[in-house]
């Protein structure tokens, strides 16, 4: 065999893939020479040794019972043993064509027997090989070979710690340095930000004050409503994130403040329930959900930092949690964890109980040593150090939310028998009527009539996540089919055209990358909607996954309302909603309501109503709160109705009320 044939066909790339660990005529290394060792010791043979094939030379990092250190590349045994993934086997070189002309088998050194496990890359490139040399004929058996095969493989291993060492070194400069420049930063951190909340907001203000406005407009273009409502709808989720923002900048500043609302307990449960159950479940973990009896249905308190604390213990215990499960309890409590009183209590005429939250877990527990700094910021448990996720956050944020509700959180935990966090709450017991109807979300319940029946393809690996969807889309008479995998789904797809795919993305056989892609790219995939469905966490997946050629993007755990949505949205069905039957009952209702505001509003000065219609239009934040604080001096109740509205941005509301009235 000449040299040429010895080349292999990725060669450049095979270089460039050696040059990068940075291994070559470096000085010997006792995790190599102890593999060589025991290669030879298992088969028995005088030579082992670590080779690397360079451009025009064969290295060796490793060489057990060998003097020398490098030979030329050809002719080269191990030159050949890099061409084909499988090992390279010679029982005895003498009678073998492909070495009887090597000048190691003619020469003195008589060699005879060699066997070379290829040293391959993650991305496939062989570099060298673990090899084993004798000057005596032998065979090698099928377990032999196995398990150079895997030393083999600790030697590539070895050598991706090598990379990740240097990358660690510099990492660690690096943050040596940023942690002094954090230092410096920190110090007025907190100050900065929670002094931003205005100057962030402004801005906000006029964004979804005049996207309203113009959405109001009847000479607008309809498709210049829609990019209004995407400008809205954008402003909206802005905002959260500044809130959000805020309220962990006033946790470090002590400014943190509790917005109390109406709101459905039993809804909040039933929708981290929901959350949550998927996760459990590719988990295999129980997930179960308890409220006692008594546990009121309509409370207030704050419904964010509630659904975080329960949102924070349930990451946790279903994180570290490998058998068992995660056991959510609720329950009234007669007794006050903070104060050891009688917590039912008559306050403002609103019946004040105490309510106790318990999430248990199977999981492997808390050293009792490490309790006491459980709740501190960035102290992690040994536990949650060895996982590396999270940033010791979770818990000491939600202790301060449950202080500030009136309660206070404990854990008790043994290593090996799980933990529970209990934590206790005040809340003020409310009457169904005062929840606000946004809160009410609406269930589909049929298809409207008339529309075609529409082919839907499920496609996803796992057996439980494509029932889901079968029994929350059966119901509708939707025509569903399932496929395991993306190689599946191609051949669905091909001869049965569905109107929408549900796809996995990661799936054995075929991803749903690549069978988006192939989908995608034929005439009739065009016409198909395919909505990614994916458990990253990831914002720049999303990129990634649209690149494919996914028309829209959906992780999991999902919620049904946002399915139907996504439904309506890319195939056009249209459904029929159970709160629409309920609408009719509520129209007299709302019309003697509507009366009465109406009447409130034309008995103030028409000048005030005129220069309030005049502020909002142009969203000027300060001359609506000055305007709705005159207004409180003729009508209380009507200035904390345009009070609210002004609060979350709704101008085109307060525009509406006050033009319906002038006409």
Same mark, same amino acid.
């Given at each position: ?285 129980? %997930?179960? +959900?308890?409220?006692?009896?008594? =546990?009121?249905?309509? &409370?207030? @308190? #704050?419904? /964010?930092? $509630? ?10 215990? %279903?994180? +570290?949690?490998?058998?068992?499960? =995660?056991?959510?309890? &609720?329950? @009234? #409590?007669? /007794?006050? $964890? ?326």
């Amino acid at each position: 065999m000449n040299n040429q044939k010895l080349i292999p066909d990725n060669e450049t790339g095979r270089l460039k893939a050696l040059q990068r660990y940075e291994i070559l005529d470096t000085r010997p290394e006792g995790t190599f020479d102890r593999v060589t060792a025991i290669v030879a010791r298992l088969l028995q043979v005088p030579i082992a040794v670590v080779s690397l094939v360079d451009k025009n030379r064969i290295w060796f990092k490793s060489r057990h019972g060998l003097d020398v250190q490098q030979i030329d590349r050809s002719p080269g045994l191990c030159a050949s043993a890099i061409l084909s993934p499988d090992i390279y086997v010679i029982t005895d070189a003498s009678k073998d064509e492909r070495s009887a002309a090597n000048s190691l088998v003619t020469s003195d050194f008589g060699l005879r027997f060699y066997v070379g496990a290829p040293l391959q890359t993650h991305d496939g490139y062989s570099l060298g090989t673990l090899c084993a040399i004798s000057k005596q004929p032998r065979a090698i058996s099928p377990q032999e070979m196995e398990i150079l095969n895997d030393l083999a493989g600790i030697v590539m291993d070895e050598m991706e710690l090598r990379i990740a060492a240097r990358k660690v070194d510099g990492l660690n400069t690096e943050l040596a340095e940023a942690k002094e420049k954090a230092e410096v930063a920190n110090e007025a951190k907190s100050i900065f930000l929670a002094n931003m909340s205005h100057e962030l907001r402004s801005p906000l203000n006029a964004i979804l004050g005049f996207s309203q406005v113009m959405t109001r407009s009847k000479s607008l273009p309809s498709e210049h409503i829609e990019n209004v409502g995407i400008i809205s709808r954008s402003g909206e989720h802005l905002l959260s994130l500044i809130n959000n923002v805020l309220d962990l900048s006033k946790i470090e500043a002590g400014h943190t403040t509790l917005n109390e609302k109406n709101f459905d307990l039993y809804r909040l449960l039933d929708d981290l329930e929901d959350m949550f159950h998927l996760k459990a479940d590719d988990r295999r973990l129980q %997930l179960l +959900f308890e409220r006692s009896p008594d =546990v009121p249905r309509y &409370v207030r @308190t #704050d419904e /964010v930092k $509630l659904r975080q604390i329960l949102i924070n213990l349930l990451n946790n215990a %279903l994180k +570290f949690t490998q058998e068992g499960g =995660v056991s959510v309890r &609720v329950v @009234t #409590d007669s /007794v006050s $964890l903070v104060t050891g009183k009688a917590s039912k209590q008559i306050t403002n005429d609103a019946e004040k109980i105490t309510l106790r939250f318990e999430v248990e877990d199977s999981g492997p527990g808390i050293a009792s040593e490490e309790l006491d700094t459980l709740f501190e910021a960035f102290v992690q448990t040994q536990i949650g150090k060895e996982s590396q996720e999270g940033t010791g956050l979770g818990l000491p944020i939600s202790r301060k939310f449950v202080q500030l509700m009136g309660g206070d959180i404990t854990v008790s935990s043994e290593l090996g028998s799980g933990s529970n966090f209990k934590f206790n709450i005040q809340v003020s017991i409310v009457d169904a009527k005062e929840i606000e109807s946004k809160q009410l979300a609406r269930r589909a319940i049929a298809l409207e009539p008339n529309q075609p029946q529409y082919r839907i393809l499920i496609v996803d690996d796992k057996p439980l996540n494509r029932q889901l969807l079968i029994q929350l889309l059966n119901p509708f008479g939707f025509v569903l089919k399932e496929a395991i995998n993306g190689k599946e789904a191609l051949e669905i797809a091909d001869s049965w055209e569905p109107h929408l795919i549900w796809m996995d993305m990661r799936m054995p056989v075929m991803d749903g990358y690549e069978a988006t892609k192939q989908i995608k790219g034929s005439t009739k995939g065009q016409a198909i909607a395919i909505i990614a469905l994916t458990a990253s966490v990831l914002e720049e997946e999303r990129a990634v996954i649209l690149s494919a050629g996914c028309d829209d993007f959906m992780r999991k755990p999902f919620r049904e309302a946002d399915i139907f949505a996504a439904i309506e949205k890319h195939i056009g069905v249209h459904f029929i909603y159970e709160e629409s039957s309920a609408k009719s009952s509520e129209n007299q209702s709302k019309s003697n309501s509507q009366d009465a505001l109406n009447s409130s509003i034309l008995a103030l000065p028409s000048e005030l109503l005129a220069n309030l219609l005049e502020a909002v239009k142009f969203s000027d934040m300060m001359k609506v709160d000055s305007y709705i604080e005159e207004i409180g001096a003729h009508n209380h109740g009507l200035a904390e109705v345009l009070g609210s509205l002004a609060h979350n941005f709704e101008y085109d509301k307060i525009a509406l009320l006050i033009e319906q009235v002038k006409k």
